[in-house]
């Protein structure tokens, strides 16, 4: 039974890889994640979500800025591999999880515990907002939007200063001195060092982290775009949830294969402490929203982060947690209800 457990679990890791390669993914040397080399382009989007609500879709007179006359593409490029634009944060989680079904991973986002989109009640594109509690089960194996920690790390490229010192930069991104005012065909300024592209210029790219700002549940927007001055020294920045700008793309993140057997197996070692003089141990932490997950197979948090302490528990579910623990470890279970 143990063999095939085993066997199981490394089948299952390289599907994970396997589908996630076809991506171009880029494993972030030194993180538990992979990134996509460039932002998610017209062409994929519309592959997994049947429509492309991109303002820069074809090659038409537009709008007219100071004295010469701005297109909707520069002419040349290939309309598909430009990023996409006209995404709210709504649109861009939805994708996620439609695309990692699509592909055979565990849908990331829950809506209300619910992670297939069709139950979401939410229409992409249409100016609606999603109604209900957005988490991440972080014991999934699918697609997500960066936190705002892993975009800086990635965007830095291994190199120190790179987002300050070479902010805006010719050789490196598209911004309002170069762009003509509109999105570019990805990957076509030069990488950074691990080979992501366009993370500084092109277009803002939604990330995770949310903050409330006058009353509206706001969340960060990485990187600076293409109408970007070299005066705006800034590259994230806070967008209310269901904004959608010609200037606003994302781009996709996943956990890489060891990340995924290193959740699974670290509920194999509980990191308890002898206390001196008494007959029991304690865990050094408080229960974390990963462990709790890997345990009862969900995470009911508000502020949603896995090495965070679990929170939004009765002490009903703890108890309830403690047995099917104990169960899961092959200890007895300590509660009993009516005997």
């Keep these: 039974m143990k063999k095939l457990l085993i066997a199981l679990t490394a089948s299952a890791l390289f599907a994970f890889s396997a589908s996630a390669q ?10 538990d994640f992979k990134m996509l080399k460039t932002e998610v382009t017209q062409e994929l989007y519309e592959s997994v979500m049947g429509e492309n609500p991109s303002y820069f879709q074809k090659r038409s007179e537009k709008y007219e800025r100071g004295e010469g006359k701005s297109y909707a593409v520069t002419e040349g490029e290939d309309v598909k591999k430009l990023p996409v634009e006209m995404i709210s944060w709504y649109d861009a989680i939805y994708f996620c999880n439609k695309l990692s079904m699509k592909k055979g991973l ?30 991440q089960v972080f014991s999934a194996s699918g697609f997500r939007l960066p936190t705002k920690e892993e975009w800086r790390y990635a965007a830095a490229g291994g ?4 987002i300050s010192e070479n902010h805006f930069d010719d050789e490196i991104c598209w911004y309002s001195k170069n762009s003509d005012w509109m999105t570019h065909e990805v990957a076509k300024k030069k990488s ?74 670290s509920a194999q ?15 050094k932490t408080e229960v974390t929203q990963k462990l709790y997950e890997i345990v009862m197979g969900e995470n009911p948090s ?19 947690f403690c ?17």
């Design 269 to 283: 070692e509980l990191d308890m402490v002898q206390i001196p003089g008494k007959n029991f141990k304690m865990l």
């Design 192 to 265: 950074n060092g691990y080979g992501l592209y366009d993370m500084i210029g092109n277009v803002c790219e939604w990330g995770w982290e949310s903050y409330r700002y006058r009353g509206n549940i706001c969340r960060c927007n990485l990187g600076n775009c293409y109408s970007s001055s070299e005066y705006n020294t800034s590259a994230d920045n806070d967008y209310v949830v269901s904004s959608r700008s010609r200037e606003l793309g994302f781009r996709i993140v996943c956990k890489t294969a060891s990340a995924l057997f290193a959740f699974t197996a």
């Design 159 to 162: 190199e120190e200063g790179f």
């Design 302 to 320: 508000e502020y949603n982060e896995s090495n965070n302490p679990v929170e939004m528990v009765s002490w009903y579910d703890a108890i309830y």
């Design 106 to 135: 565990s849908p990331v986002y829950a809506v209300d515990c619910e992670t297939d989109v069709a139950k979401w009640n939410y229409t992409p594109h249409r100016g609606e907002d999603l109604k209900g509690k957005v988490t």
């Design 22 to 31: 076809e991506l171009d993914m880029v494993d972030i040397p030194g993180k």
């Design 323 to 339: 047995n099917k623990l104990s169960m899961k470890k092959r200890l007895s279970p300590v509660y009993a209800v009516d005997g």
